[in-house]
């Protein structure tokens, strides 16, 4: 059954701390994407990988924030140095470009709380 | 600017009857209709999709309308089922293969 996986699952961390989240996509999807839900905007997309190039990351305050895809089978999304308002469920969500219209598929998350 | 709104945030119906969730968008570059359901602590996961060629596309119990004049789709679940009970996201695509989210719609079907 494969799946996205994503580490940690909760973090708790203070102001200012590094922040790194993982995930690893479904084996042989191509595309890869980081979310953050919030109570106020619900599912805002944050960066977009393809083929492990960044296609799109202007979701993302690029201040503080940094995604990268090291190899296929990682995508690590930092944030340096967190603040409060960080605080956030991220997802990470892989699919498949190439057969039409592709279905993203999401990992469990890691629930940030920054205090 | 919101271009995708589910302006429902809460639903509530009787396990048997029918659940009908809306979302309006504004774009009309979008060409591709998602919907997702997710329950706590869990990733969203893929329910059904339409594509703007087509106005009604059907899975089991699941239903997805598109009105494209409207700007308006509709996700019908018949009979609904206390599993159901979950939060629905509707989601567009524009170019590039990049989902565009509504705020979700938190349905309750009640045994």
């Known amino acids: 059954d494969a799946r996205v996986t994503q580490t940690p699952r909760h973090k708790v961390t203070e102001m200012g701390q590094e922040v790194t989240m993982r995930c690893q996509p479904i084996l042989g999807h191509n595309t890869v994407f980081w979310y953050r839900q919030t109570m106020m905007q619900g599912l805002e997309l944050l960066a977009y990988f393809r083929n492990r190039a960044p296609l799109d990351d202007s979701g993302m305050p690029k201040d503080r924030f940094s995604a990268e895809m090291p190899d296929a089978t990682l995508a690590t999304l930092k944030i340096q140095p967190s603040e409060p308002r960080d605080s956030a469920v991220y997802f990470c969500?892989?699919?498949?470009?190439?057969?039409?219209?592709?279905?993203?598929?999401f990992g469990p998350g890691t629930r940030l709380l920054v205090l | 600017d919101q271009q995708v709104k589910q302006n429902s945030p809460s639903l509530s119906v009787q396990e048997g009857r029918i659940s009908i969730l809306n979302c309006d968008y504004t774009n009309s570059m979008f060409d591709y209709f998602l919907w997702y359901k997710k329950y706590p602590a869990e990733g969203p996961t893929f329910l059904i999709s339409i594509s703007s060629i087509k106005d009604k596309n059907e899975d089991g119990r699941f239903t997805v309308f598109l009105n494209k004049s409207a700007k308006h789709l509709s996700l019908h679940i018949v009979p609904s089922q206390p599993g159901d009970s979950a939060v629905y996201f509707c989601a567009a695509r524009a170019a590039g293969n990049k989902l565009t989210f509504g705020g979700g719609t938190r349905v309750l079907v009640k045994p």
């Open positions: 969500a892989s699919g498949l470009n190439g057969q039409g219209a592709e279905t993203q598929y």
